[in-house]
């Protein structure tokens, strides 16, 4: 009978600590912590699926391409990462720069962070204006008037249908830039390895497949602290119980295949 009641204790404590856990977890519909992609996190769900795989694959290679490349001769200068997020609310809102060191985009200070500002506007998520970070390096090579004229050119290009296009189209053309200015990589070689916005038109709406944070069992991911801390809860507290729980706490963690290469940014932003 003591250990059929224990049995329950233990039980009743794994539910309370599992309600603990989704209580204190930070969601994907949040910008504290980057995705498990590192480059792209549509927290405002405003993005087609194809865009979010465009800016993920596209952005991937690109710092893998700038971290192996033997044609660099300064390591110095190795590590580009451009991330694209969004959210759902005015400017000012969100404390953008703080977010750009947290995620700690590029590596030796080579970031750019695009910021995506939406209103939702009777169900529809209405894009409004864009916040865009340069990291402190980065900013010898791109500055703030250069950026806005890429914008001008490729996210107002009038001829783009969507919030979509515009955004996939930029990107590439500041892979294009900046590998110009950074590595004197031409354009021909831009468009062969990367995808640009034909590309991305063709395969526009049959590219609908969940990325890999969107399809993992929990919908949100603790931090290595956090996850430490409920790990030391669950063994104090349950005992030898606690090894049934801690196998859910560490999937909760999620795989983070990419991070940021520790780039700040020293504030030096625009909004456009």
């Known amino acids: 009978m003591k250990s059929l009641l224990t049995r329950r204790i233990l039980i009743c404590l794994s539910f309370c600590i599992l309600l603990l856990l989704t209580a204190c977890a930070k969601p994907y519909t949040s910008l504290d912590q980057p995705t498990s992609e590192f480059y792209i996190n549509d927290a405002a769900g405003a993005l087609l699926q194809s865009t979010k795989w465009y800016i993920f694959s596209n952005g991937q290679y690109y ?26 609310g005015e400017v000012g809102s969100i404390d953008t720069s703080k977010i750009f060191n947290n995620y ?121 602290t956090e996850t430490i801390i409920w790990i030391i809860i669950a063994l104090v507290f349950l005992g030898a119980f606690g090894r049934f729980v801690v196998p859910l706490i560490l999937s909760m963690m999620g795989f983070a295949k990419n991070s940021g290469g520790g780039g700040t940014s020293s504030g030096y932003w625009f909004r456009k």
């Open 63 to 88: 710092y893998e391409d700038t971290m192996t490349y033997d044609g660099i001769e300064n390591d110095e200068l190795r590590g580009i990462q451009i991330v694209v997020a969004t959210h759902l």
């Open 104 to 224: 700690g985009v590029g590596g030796n200070d080579l970031g750019i962070m695009i910021f995506l500002f939406f209103k939702d506007i009777d169900g529809e998520k209405v894009y409004q204006e864009m916040v865009f970070e340069i990291g402190t390096r980065m900013s010898t090579y791109l500055s703030a008037f250069e950026a806005d004229l890429l914008i001008d050119a490729y996210f107002n290009d009038p001829t783009l249908e969507d919030i979509d296009e515009k955004i996939v189209n930029l990107y590439f053309e500041l892979i294009a830039e900046t590998a110009d200015k950074i590595y004197d990589w031409s354009y021909s070689y831009i468009e062969e390895t990367y995808y640009g916005i034909n590309d991305f038109i063709h395969e526009k709406y049959s590219l609908n497949s969940k990325l890999p944070s969107e399809d993992q069992i929990w919908a949100f991911t603790l931090s290595p």
